[in-house]
């Protein structure tokens, strides 16, 4: 049995789609694999989608990889309708694939553009996610951000296993360590990548800096003023 946690699967499906792998993508796809609730349902495939059989031309993907024409098919179909894929790649290609097939203009160009959170957060997503939901939601912002979360793990009969968390040992968004997989490995620079490009991260490390020297110079000027330096310092 294997999982692997949202933030794979966000990664396997922003390079399926061939979209910027940016922090606000990452963070987009995996607060939506958690509004669709697929941690534990649909192996592989945790956005819930139905469509059972995938073919695609030959494509580069974002990180340069050369994909062949090929035509995939899901293991099987739940009664619900949530096709249950092998792997987390072939799940994931199957993700991008649906949201590609022309429903959704909104979503996709948030994704190309990068920037796919902030446009969530605007509400210009809401009647994409009107019609993936069915009228079930319009945003998907306030969901939780939980990447060590593991999806896709399978019973021996094929069917869903229940989620275990953090069983895939991939670090949260961000910079990070802890992880027990070349999958997890990618991700991890992936994110770290992410989330250095972008500008209110730098802002966040300014202000750290700031905060710790200013706390550096205020303990000197305690100390120096009990007398408690052997040694005078400038200031």
Do not use: C
Not at 141 to 165: M, Q, V
Not at 179 to 190: H, K, N, T, Y
Not at 200 to 206: A, E, P, T, V
Not at 209 to 221: E, M, P, R, Y
């Amino acid at each position: 049995m294997s999982s692997y946690t949202i933030h794979d699967f966000a990664i396997a499906t922003l390079i399926a789609g061939n979209w910027p792998i940016t922090q606000s993508n990452i963070n987009f796809l995996e607060r939506w694999q958690w509004r669709e609730g697929g941690t534990a349902q649909g192996a592989n495939n945790p956005m819930n989608t139905k469509l059972a059989k995938v073919s695609l031309p030959q494509r580069t993907t974002s990180t340069g990889s050369v994909i062949p024409a090929t035509t995939i098919t899901a293991t099987k179909v739940l009664p619900n309708g949530i096709a249950v894929w092998s792997d987390i790649n072939t799940g994931a290609v199957a993700t991008a694939a649906t949201i590609e097939n022309g429903y959704y203009p909104n979503i996709i160009a948030a994704l190309k553009a990068g920037d796919a959170s902030e446009a969530d957060a605007s509400g210009s997503l809401a009647p994409d996610f009107s019609k993936w939901s069915d009228g079930e939601y319009t945003n998907i912002e306030n969901e939780p951000l939980n990447p060590n979360d593991s999806i896709g793990a399978t019973n021996p009969d094929g069917t869903p296993a229940e989620s275990a968390a953090g069983q895939a040992g991939v670090v949260t968004p961000g910079l990070g360590i802890g992880f027990s997989s070349v999958s997890g490995f990618l991700s991890a620079i992936s994110g770290a990548v992410g989330w250095l490009t972008t500008a209110k991260n730098w802002l966040r490390i300014g202000e750290m800096l700031l905060g710790v020297a200013l706390s550096v110079i205020g303990l000197v000027l305690m100390f120096k003023g009990k007398g408690a330096l052997p040694i005078p310092i400038p200031i």
